[in-house]
């Protein structure tokens, strides 16, 4: 077959069923597509609508990445889809694009580029999820040339936080780890007190990180996986949102023989007060009043015993309550 003959994109291969792999079980979707891409053209507005990344974050982000063969990589990503850019072999007329699961080693035949073009997007793939794709040069006779594959993955649509806590000089959240490790590079954090309404971007490579927050205000924290390609940033259309605040810090408001009261700043962006008190001989804290008023008074207690207390911020959003972090403390009142 003459090699012009392959000039115009290839016929797409259908997966008429889904294929079921060795490792694992794996099953491989089978909506996989493949779309070319010119190479003189450059990304859509909005696939290169990404912050470039400067050469200090490029080396703190660790830009190894799932493991490729020489002259093959990807160089795009979106939440279904892959791009991947290879070498041109000489004397190769067409080439052939196969995919699979990344932990399988089972191909799925894709379809064919002609020679004059050395990029392909594949599409309709799963959200977080790797695969390999491998690029065979054939001859104008079928014989091939070389075979050369890539490490790739799909951005993640979104990723859960394992752990989130206030901290010192701020608040910490730690997200769960993904497989493998490095197909997400980092993560685009974009938060905004109650107080000030400035929204604040920041971005870190590792998946344990620190906001330096104020206190006495709700934050809302929209977390985004992205990947780091190119020196480019590819980030998830979807945050993982939450609602945080530092824990309110009480001060004494006066006591009798018998009573005790504290009271706080207003926490901006919340809608009432947890109060919660452990008593003598309680393990525990049970909550006695909620309030939107920012005092509380501890009656009928016994001089010279312990009482704990701790108040929480509350802040409802979309029918879901979102509490402040909590720091406990100790009342006492002293005397005969």
Not at 176 to 205: D, E, F, M, R, W
Request: glycine share 4%; with cysteine.
């Amino acid at each position: 077959m003459k090699a012009r003959s392959f000039k115009k994109f290839f016929v797409s291969i259908a997966l008429s069923a889904v294929l079921t792999f060795s490792t694992a079980a794996t099953a491989f979707a089978a909506t996989a597509q493949l779309m070319p891409v010119e190479q003189s053209a450059e990304l859509s507005p909005e696939q290169t609508d990404i912050p470039s990344v400067d050469d200090s974050n490029a080396q703190a982000a660790g830009v190894s990445y799932l493991t490729s063969d020489s002259g093959i990589k990807q160089i795009a990503a979106s939440e279904n889809s892959v791009t991947v850019q290879w070498n041109p072999v000489t004397n190769a007329a067409k080439y052939a694009i196969s995919i699979s699961p990344f932990s399988s080693g089972s191909y799925k035949l894709l379809g064919y580029f002609d020679n004059s073009r050395n990029k392909a997007k594949i599409n309709k793939l799963k959200a977080g999820t790797a695969y390999k794709v491998r690029i065979t040069a054939l001859t104008s006779s079928g014989t091939a040339i070389s075979s050369r594959i890539a490490g790739c993955t799909t951005l993640y649509s979104s990723v859960t936080v394992k752990t989130s806590y206030a901290s010192t000089g701020g608040y910490t959240f730690n997200m769960n780890t993904v497989n493998p490790a490095n197909s997400i590079s980092g993560y685009k954090v974009i938060y905004q007190s109650s107080a000030a309404h400035k929204l604040t971007t920041k971005y870190y490579t590792r998946p344990s990180f620190t906001l330096p927050l104020n206190k006495n205000t709700f934050y809302q924290v929209k977390i985004y996986p992205y990947l780091l390609l190119n020196n480019k940033r590819y980030v998830t259309t979807t945050p993982t949102t939450r609602y945080i605040s530092m824990g309110i810090v009480l001060k004494k408001a006066g006591n009798t023989s018998s009573t005790m009261s504290v009271k706080w700043n207003k926490v901006a962006g919340a809608n009432n007060y947890s109060v919660y008190v452990k008593y003598p001989n309680s393990s525990s804290y049970k909550k006695v009043r909620t309030t939107t008023a920012t005092s509380f008074t501890l009656t009928n207690m016994t001089k010279n015993v312990k009482y704990g207390i701790k108040v929480i911020a509350n802040k409802k959003v979309n029918g879901k309550t979102w509490t402040s972090a909590s720091n406990a403390y100790t009342m006492s009142l002293t005397g005969r």
